[in-house]
């Protein structure tokens, strides 16, 4: 595992490939928090939605930025394509846990060292939880689309970023006739209408269908992969 970690984050490092998404969230926390007295629910559901649209942005543009040769080496190196799912999975996992990293800390650091009225109401623990929750389910089905459409499932990177944003707009799409199983849309109406400070059954039903999604989506990768040689 630890190998696996390395190499996606020498990959990431030498191609460079994260540094737009990364730079696009610090400007997207920053923005979002500018203003005091927000909503702890409607903040964290916001900022969900961007985990995800960011998760696909950063997990797609680090496996097109992995040259073909490198790739295919991995690729050998760890058993074939099923193996290379793990490598794919675990850079989801640590895109989607950067992002909530982020996302929570700023606006709760921003807590710690004193600035008034950041949340009205007062942010509470299950507001974070629920929202570590949310930002992590959400990044990783953001990250599973990005899996599905990076290389060697589709090469040209205008394509596959077309099918990114299309496949993000079809979520959006189907989420009121899914209901609370919707996806990140659903997670974010749940968070936004949670009490304060409450873990409710919506907002975990949102989690898990999106987990679901996101298991679904690199299971698909996974063969469409293979069959791509």
């Known amino acids: 595992m630890s190998a696996r970690l390395r190499y996606v984050a020498l990959t990431a490092a030498r191609t460079r490939a994260a540094l737009p998404p990364l730079a696009a969230t610090l ?3 920053i923005g979002v928090y500018a203003y005091r007295d927000n909503d702890p629910g409607s903040s964290f559901g916001v900022t969900s939605l961007m985990a995800c649209g960011l998760a696909a942005w950063a997990v797609g ?4 930025g992995e040259p073909d040769a490198q790739s295919d080496m991995a690729t050998t190196a760890l058993g074939g394509r099923g ?11 640590a895109v989607a846990t950067g992002l909530t990293v982020v996302f929570l800390a700023y606006p709760l650091g921003l807590v710690a060292v004193g600035v008034g009225n950041e949340f009205d109401p007062a942010v509470r623990a299950g507001d974070v939880v629920a929202a570590a929750l949310g930002h992590l389910s959400c990044a ?4 599973a689309v990005g899996v599905l459409f990076a290389p060697p499932r589709l090469t040209r990177r205008a394509t596959a970023i077309a099918a990114v944003v299309a496949s993000l707009l079809a979520l959006v799409a189907v989420s009121a006739a899914l209901g ?7 997670f974010a109406q749940a968070e936004t209408d949670a ?5 409710t059954g919506a907002v975990v039903a949102a989690c898990a269908s999106c987990l679901v999604l996101a298991g679904a989506l690199v299971a698909c990768a996974t063969r469409w992969a293979a069959r791509s040689g």
Not at 140 to 143: I, Q
Not at 180 to 186: E, F, I, L
Request: cysteine-free.
């Open 180 to 186: 609370p199983v919707g996806g990140p849309v659903a």
């Open 61 to 64: 543009a680090v496996l097109a």
């Open 195 to 199: 009490p304060a400070g409450a873990v």
């Open 140 to 143: 990783a089905l953001g990250g």
């Open 83 to 93: 193996a290379r799912a793990g490598l794919e999975v675990m850079l989801v996992l």
């Open 27 to 29: 400007f997207l926390v």
